[in-house]
């Protein structure tokens, strides 16, 4: 097709338009609805249902949670349901035995007061276990992440990771500020890295300004868990599947060795409960989800109703494709008969 024959078919289209303005206003607002109904809606649930994390193979990550009688303190958050939730020398425990992990991380939201050369910020932090950042498999934008050499006692790392959005709004991305003084909920921390751009933490909708060692916990607010507590249940954990093992594989792994500790070691510390309650106590298993969404309640319970909205979008946009073939074929049918018309009108 020449340029000159393009040029002509593209102003008979324009005139065309322009001498049926109703149905071009029509089609127009039909597309200009379905179109953008279902862009808004599919950006939504692209990033809360489709997107993974940003992390490096985010497909091997696994969320953990242990279904079951819980008696003592029972704590959740935004990033799951309470059957989610470990104590802290249950975490450490199967962090040991474990064997089809490459490792385990454990984590729990709080909200953080940060003071920096006289400036002030609410927000929210995240205290993580020194194996948070290997599982991921991030690398810091500047200086370090932190690892396991950084909870290996209880108070005695104090340290912070600045999120890369924190890092650059409020340090103007400055590298210099490795090792300055950071005042968290009242504590001198040292900065020791910036988290990778991209990455805000694991739980969608949060976004993390700080990252604190999960043994600064006692440090960072009043009354915090009891670390050696097993009837304190707070930390949410997630792992990394070693190469070559599959969820079921990793569930049957696993299970045999949490029983062990449950039994053995948990359920003489149990107060007195009924004997069914304590079957049900003993006979607790790990369950192993996918995580390459990460951890929250929001991945969860909009599933549902993301993709009903989807499904209502799509089909508005159907609804406009139609109602706009109506529009042309009822133009076309006019146009036929005005052209017949003009046929007989000239032989006549």
Same mark, same amino acid.
């Given at each position: 097709?020449?340029?000159?024959?393009?040029?002509?078919? /593209?102003?008979?289209?324009?005139?065309?338009?322009?001498?049926?303005?109703?149905?071009?206003?029509?089609? +127009?607002?039909?597309?200009?609805?379905? #179109?953008?109904?279902?862009? $808004?809606?599919?950006?939504?649930?692209?990033?809360?249902?489709?997107?993974?994390?940003? +992390?490096?193979?985010?497909?091997?990550?696994?969320?953990?949670? !242990?279904?079951?009688?819980?008696?003592?303190?029972?704590?959740?958050?935004? &990033?799951?349901?309470? =059957?989610?939730?470990?104590? *802290?020398?249950?975490?450490?425990?199967?962090?040991?035995?474990?064997?089809?992990?490459?490792?385990?991380?454990?984590?729990? %939201?709080?909200? +953080?007061?940060?003071?920096?050369?006289?400036?002030?910020?609410?927000?929210?932090?995240?205290?993580?276990?020194?194996?948070? /950042?290997?599982?991921?498999?991030?690398?810091?934008?500047?200086?370090?992440?932190?690892?396991?050499? =950084?909870?290996?006692?209880?108070?005695?790392?104090?340290?912070?990771? %600045?999120?890369?959005?924190?890092?650059?709004?409020?340090?103007?991305?400055?590298?210099?500020?490795?090792?300055?003084?950071?005042?968290?909920?009242?504590?001198?921390?040292?900065?020791?890295?910036?988290?990778?751009?991209?990455?805000?933490?694991?739980?969608?909708?949060?976004?993390? *300004?700080?990252?604190?060692?999960?043994? %600064?916990?006692?440090?960072?607010?009043?009354?915090?868990?009891?670390?050696?507590?097993?009837?304190? *249940?707070? &930390?949410?954990? /997630?792992?990394?599947?070693?190469?070559?093992?599959? %969820? =079921? @594989? !990793?569930?049957?792994?696993?299970?045999?060795?949490? @029983? $062990? #500790?449950?039994?053995?070691?948990?359920?003489?510390?149990?107060?007195?409960? !009924?004997?069914?309650?304590?079957?049900?106590?003993?006979?607790?298993?790990?369950?192993?989800? =996918?995580?390459?969404?990460?951890?929250?309640?929001?991945?969860?319970?909009?599933?549902?109703?993301?993709?009903?909205?989807?499904? +209502?979008?799509?089909?508005?946009?159907?609804?406009?494709?139609?109602?706009?073939?109506?529009?042309?074929?009822?133009?076309?049918? $006019?146009?036929?008969?005005?052209?017949?018309?003009?046929?007989?009108?000239?032989?006549?």
């Amino acid at each position: 097709m020449t340029s000159a024959r393009s040029l002509s078919m /593209f102003k008979f289209a324009i005139r065309t338009l322009v001498r049926s303005p109703f149905v071009t206003i029509i089609s +127009v607002a039909s597309l200009a609805l379905g #179109i953008g109904a279902n862009a $808004a809606i599919f950006s939504l649930f692209n990033h809360i249902l489709i997107r993974p994390l940003p +992390v490096p193979d985010s497909g091997h990550l696994v969320n953990l949670g !242990a279904p079951g009688p819980k008696p003592g303190l029972l704590s959740c958050s935004r &990033a799951g349901y309470c =059957d989610e939730v470990f104590s *802290y020398p249950m975490f450490r425990d199967l962090q040991r035995v474990q064997t089809v992990f490459t490792d385990i991380a454990a984590h729990r %939201l709080f909200s +953080v007061n940060l003071a920096y050369r006289g400036a002030t910020v609410s927000a929210e932090g995240l205290l993580v276990s020194g194996s948070y /950042f290997p599982v991921l498999g991030l690398q810091p934008a500047v200086g370090r992440l932190l690892n396991s050499d =950084d909870d290996r006692a209880i108070g005695e790392s104090p340290v912070v990771v %600045l999120s890369h959005d924190y890092w650059r709004t409020r340090f103007s991305a400055d590298p210099n500020v490795i090792n300055d003084k950071l005042i968290v909920n009242g504590q001198s921390l040292t900065i020791i890295g910036v988290a990778p751009a991209g990455f805000s933490g694991t739980t969608l909708g949060l976004k993390p *300004y700080v990252f604190v060692p999960v043994t %600064l916990g006692a440090l960072m607010q009043p009354n915090f868990y009891d670390f050696e507590g097993r009837l304190e *249940y707070w &930390a949410y954990l /997630f792992a990394r599947l070693k190469p070559g093992v599959a %969820l =079921d @594989r !990793a569930r049957v792994g696993i299970n045999p060795q949490y @029983r $062990a #500790i449950i039994n053995e070691v948990e359920a003489p510390l149990q107060p007195p409960m !009924a004997q069914q309650m304590m079957e049900e106590f003993r006979e607790r298993t790990v369950t192993i989800e =996918d995580g390459s969404h990460g951890q929250s309640l929001v991945y969860r319970e909009a599933t549902v109703p993301l993709t009903f909205l989807f499904g +209502v979008t799509a089909f508005v946009l159907l609804i406009a494709c139609a109602n706009i073939a109506n529009l042309l074929l009822a133009r076309g049918a $006019a146009r036929s008969a005005e052209n017949g018309a003009s046929v007989i009108h000239r032989c006549e």
